[in-house]
């Protein structure tokens, strides 16, 4: 007998990792939205998820600097070109799932398969922090490298296989459906970026 969660297709996760060589910060949210919702490709493509209005906040002074509104799609070329000069590399914690309600809620994705970040850090080197964006991908983390999922704008430290040794954060979620005013999340992620010494 079918069960619920068969009559959801497993979707892939659409995009390679984003690992600039010399990246220090590991950025890992959940899976991305359905593509119905995405103004670019690549990590945070929805136009009201706000990750990219943070980053714009903290690196350039401006909210709505990476926002095109007129278009209402990220400027990609922007976007990519500040990853590679502060060292920021982009992935998620899952690489397989099932949508149970159809929508991008991480309360109702089921995980059918994580993206265990040693394989993601084996390519940065210089990383030192790796920094979740919400719950769900705290918690898939946490449940592939052995470790507590850190307590909001906290981190773990995580020894890999080898003695290398890194900082697991939870930071807020940057969807609005998570009650939190933008700059009151952005306090979070500066927080972490000067830790990792991006700022």
């Not at 899952?94 to 394989?119: H, Q, T, W």
């Not at 030192?128 to 918690?139: F, L, P, Q, R, Y």
Request: charged share 25%; with cysteine; net charge neutral.
């Amino acid at each position: 007998m079918q069960s619920d969660a068969d009559k959801y297709e497993i979707e892939s996760h659409p995009w390679e990792p984003w690992l600039p060589r010399d990246a220090k910060v590991l950025f890992m949210g959940t899976f991305p939205p359905g593509s119905h919702r995405w103004s670019m490709d690549f990590y945070y493509p929805n136009p009201t998820n706000d990750f990219w209005r943070i980053m714009g906040l903290l690196f350039l002074g401006d909210a709505q600097t990476l926002y095109i509104p007129e278009e209402k799609r990220f400027d990609l070329g922007l976007i990519k070109d500040l990853t590679l000069r502060h060292g920021i590399a982009m992935s998620d914690t899952v690489k397989k799932a099932r949508r149970l309600r159809g929508n991008a809620s991480d309360k109702f994705l089921e995980v059918i398969e994580g993206n265990d970040p040693a394989d993601l850090l084996a390519a940065i080197p210089l990383c030192t922090d790796v920094a979740t964006t919400g719950e769900k991908a705290a918690s898939v983390i946490a449940a592939i490298t052995g470790t507590e999922a850190p307590a909001m704008g906290h981190y773990v430290v995580w020894t890999m296989p080898g003695g290398r040794c890194v900082r697991i954060w939870r930071l807020p979620s940057t969807s609005r459906a998570y009650p939190l005013r933008l700059e009151a999340k952005a306090g979070y992620y500066r927080k972490m970026l000067e830790i990792a010494g991006l700022l």
